[in-house]
Structures are given as structure tokens and as C-alpha cells.
């Protein structure tokens, strides 16, 4: 071992400790290696405890049948479309807080912060009405059986009717990542899932005073947790514990904020559109072969969110150093900021992946014990994890377009990833060739190497780095 690479272990747990403390907060200037550091570390703790979560949550509600497993599947797999406007508004407030900060302009992040939190709650009222009144006719919609529908849409409307706290959440964390406070928004998440997991099965199983609501009472969970978190949140950006401190006289309807953050937010919510809709076709595809294959292939994107989180953590910190760094007016210190969170995230999911590919049949069989929910879940994971260091360039790429604020490219190679090319597939070859669900396994891992590739092509040619937010 070389003396400077002796000489960095030693220094490692400091940097962490600095890290998960939030005490860095210049990432504009000096080593680009530990910006990515210190940004990455809270934003992948912060990833790893959502994937903790939701291991735990699936962990528990497979104790209650097959059909319990199939409802969350059905229902995440729509809830994803909100998830979506929450993902493009969350987009737009990293990119734009991050350029105002950037650019010294604290004043400007807080206005845009506001008008964030506005949009949020207007756009989550509005669905939560209709996902609580037409949970049953959603689950229907999707391809559940009668017997589903009945044990299961009192998760859905507990899901979808409090996805406020989901949107804030994601929201307001996404104003903190921006402003470089990674390590608040990874304590956030922290408190919400740690709630979560803590409650999980008093809810589920009927536990010390509470009444057994089976697989309703893991979303009654999340609602709890989740919202207890996004009054921390709140706390945080109202007293000031943050680089952004909201005050009274920013509690205002500022239209030019507000159409600007539509405006960067459009792209990022076509984007995900784009990519969730995709999910639920999947999904409704999936459901064709019957709640026992459904049930491990919604195990297998469990398992995989444990390790995708974390990269997605360190995709994050790529988008906010290049927010920053075009702020700074660094285009180039922007790019090779990429490259090597590009790097070090191909590394982590390349160990992944060889783990998933010799032991996937013991990890599904963690969860489940029906010979067919294990065989389609392990199937899963190794053939998605065949592509996992393309997704790895994938997810950093074209995080760091979202963070320069040209959320449209990303949304072009996401449309011609997604729908010209994953969905037909998947149906030409589960359906039509009667490859069933290795079919659509096929097609999702030969989707995400087509988005890495574009995605490259693309950010290559530089036009990112000249785009106003």
C-alpha cells in the first residue's frame, strides 16, 4: 500500500464523521474525490435506510399470504405515477437550489423552496381524494382478482389517500440535498423509516393495543412514519438547522419562482412518467402469470432496492455537484464530478451484481417459502443484475443532466429506453413467444443497457453545461 493511500484510510472515519455530521459544505472548490465523498456517504445512508424499509416492510407482510405481497406490488406500481411529480418537482428544487447556492444566492433558494412545498401539497390533495374514494376500481384496473381487491384496498387507500407525506418527504429532502445539507435530509429519513420499521408489525399482526389490520396497517405505518418526518422536516427549515431558513415573509405565492421550478420540472416529471408508466405495463404484464409469480418478482425489486438506494444515493451527489459547480461557473469540475461517481458507483453495483448472481435463490428464499415465488424472484435478480454496471452509468448520468436542469434529455432517452424499446419487447417475448416472466426480466435488463448507452452519447456531447436554470 502506497504512503498517500495509507494516508487516506487513516483519514476516512474523520471525513465520514464530517460527512454524516454535515459540517462540509463547500463542494465548489478542492478535491473533487472527497466532495464525492462527502456528499455521497449521507445520501447513500440515506438510500440504504429507505431500502432497509422497505426489505423489512415486505419481510413482514409476506407473514400475512401471497396476495398481501401482490397488493403492495400492484399498488406501488401505480403509486410510482405520483411518485413521479414528486420525483420531476424534487428534480427541479435540487437543481435550481443547488445553482442558487451556487451562485451565492441564498435568498433565491429560499423562495424557490417555498414554492416547492406549495406545489407539493396542491398536487398530493388532489390525488389522495381519488386514490382513497376509487382504491378498489385502481387494484381492479391492474389486474387483481376479487379475493386481492377485498384483502388488500385498504392498504391502497391508506397508500395513495396520505401520499402527502411521501411527497413531502421526497420534496423538501430534495431542497436540503440541493443546498448541499446532505447529511440532514439522510437523519430524515432516518427518523421516518426507523418509525416505520418500529411500527410495522404492531399495525400488521395487532401487537400490545392495536387491532390486526394485516397488510393495511404496513401503509397506516408509513403514513405515521413518514409524516412524523416531515414535521421534523419543517421544523428544521423553519428554525433554521439548515443552510435554508424559511421566514414568514416567504410564505407567499411568488409566480415567477414558481413558474420557473414548472418549468425545470416539466422534463423531470414527463421523465418519470415516462419510466413508472413503463413500470406499471410491466407490472400488468406480470400479472398475467398469477400472484405467486407476481409475488417474487415484487420481492426480487425489494431485494434490488436495497442496492439500487445507494447508488441512487451517490447519483444524487453527482446532481448536486453539478448544480453547484455550474453555479460556481466550474462546467469542467462539473464534469469530471460525474465521472468518477460514475466510476466508484460501477464498482459498488459490479460486487452486487455477483452476489445476486450465485446466491439469489437463498436471499428470495428469505422471504418466502412457495417453491414458485422463489424460482421467479432468483430468476429476477440474475438476470437484471447481468446489466446492474451499465444501470450503475445509467443512474449518474443522467442524474447529472437533472442536476444542470436540462430535465429533457433525460426524458427523450427515457422514452426511447422505456416505451419504443423495454415495453414491446416485454410483450413480444413474455406474451407472444410465451417466454412468460423471463421475458420481461430480458427486457428490463436490456433496456437500462440502451439508457446508459444513450445517456453517455449524449452527456458527452456537452450541451448541459450551458443550460439556465
Avoid: H
Amino acid at each position: 500500500m502506497t504512503k498517500s493511500n495509507s494516508s487516506l484510510l487513516k483519514r476516512l472515519p474523520k471525513y465520514f464523521w464530517i460527512a454524516v455530521t454535515g459540517k462540509e459544505t463547500e463542494f465548489t472548490s478542492g478535491s473533487i474525490r472527497k466532495a464525492i465523498f462527502m456528499l455521497s456517504i449521507p445520501m447513500i445512508l440515506e438510500m440504504l435506510m429507505e431500502s432497509i424499509f422497505a426489505l423489512v416492510d415486505i419481510a413482514w407482510v409476506s407473514q400475512v399470504s401471497v396476495n398481501a405481497v401482490a397488493t403492495i406490488g400492484l399498488t406501488e406500481s401505480v403509486i410510482t405515477l405520483i411518485y413521479a411529480v414528486a420525483i420531476g418537482l424534487s428534480m427541479a428544487a435540487t437543481a435550481v437550489v443547488a445553482r442558487r447556492v451556487g451562485e451565492k444566492d441564498i435568498e433565491g433558494a429560499r423562495k424557490t423552496a417555498v414554492q416547492a412545498i406549495f406545489l407539493g401539497i396542491l398536487v398530493s390533495l388532489l390525488v389522495g381524494i381519488l386514490g382513497f374514494l376509487f382504491a378498489k376500481e385502481i387494484l381492479g384496473l391492474m389486474g387483481a382478482e376479487q379475493d386481492l381487491i377485498q384483502e388488500g384496498y385498504g392498504y391502497t387507500q391508506w397508500l395513495i389517500g396520505g401520499n402527502i407525506t411521501i411527497m413531502l418527504l421526497f420534496l423538501i429532502n430534495a431542497i436540503f440535498r440541493g443546498a448541499g445539507d446532505a447529511s440532514i435530509a439522510m437523519w430524515t429519513l432516518v427518523l421516518s423509516n426507523g418509525l416505520n420499521i418500529i411500527l410495522d408489525p404492531f399495525f400488521i399482526f395487532g401487537w400490545g393495543p392495536f387491532p390486526e389490520y394485516g397488510v393495511m396497517g404496513a401503509a397506516i405505518a408509513t403514513n405515521i412514519g413518514r409524516g412524523t418526518a416531515v414535521l421534523f422536516q419543517l421544523g428544521i427549515l423553519f428554525f433554521g438547522w439548515s443552510k435554508i431558513k424559511i421566514l414568514i415573509k416567504d410564505l407567499v405565492l411568488n409566480i415567477g419562482v414558481m413558474i420557473n421550478l414548472i418549468r425545470v420540472s416539466l422534463g423531470g416529471i414527463a421523465q418519470f412518467l415516462i419510466g413508472t408508466s413503463s413500470w406499471v405495463f410491466l407490472m400488468r404484464i406480470m400479472s398475467e402469470f398469477g400472484s405467486e409469480v407476481l409475488a417474487g418478482y415484487t420481492i426480487a425489486i425489494r431485494v434490488m432496492m436495497f442496492t439500487l438506494m445507494p447508488a441512487w444515493g451517490m447519483s444524487n451527489a453527482a446532481a448536486t455537484l453539478v448544480g453547484q459547480n455550474l453555479g460556481a461557473n466550474e462546467p469542467e469540475r462539473a464534469e469530471t464530478s460525474v465521472w468518477k461517481t460514475s466510476k466508484y458507483n460501477a464498482l459498488f453495483m459490479g460486487l452486487v451484481s455477483l452476489i445476486y448472481l450465485f446466491f439469489a435463490t437463498e436471499i428470495i428464499g428469505w422471504f418466502n417459502t412457495s417453491e414458485t415465488v422463489i424460482i421467479n424472484g432468483a430468476l429476477c435478480l440474475q438476470i437484471i443484475a447481468a446489466g446492474y454496471i451499465f444501470y450503475a452509468y445509467g443512474m449518474v448520468v443522467t442524474q447529472a443532466f437533472n442536476g444542470s436542469g436540462d430535465t429533457q434529455t433525460p426524458t427523450k432517452v427515457n422514452f426511447i429506453s422505456f416505451w419504443l424499446f423495454q415495453l414491446p419487447l416485454a410483450y413480444l417475448l413474455a406474451i407472444v413467444l410465451d417466454w412468460g416472466a423471463v421475458g420481461v426480466f430480458i427486457a428490463i435488463t436490456a433496456a437500462e443497457l440502451l439508457l446508459a448507452v444513450l445517456s453517455i452519447y449524449w452527456f458527452k456531447k456537452g450541451k448541459w453545461k450551458s443550460f439556465q436554470v
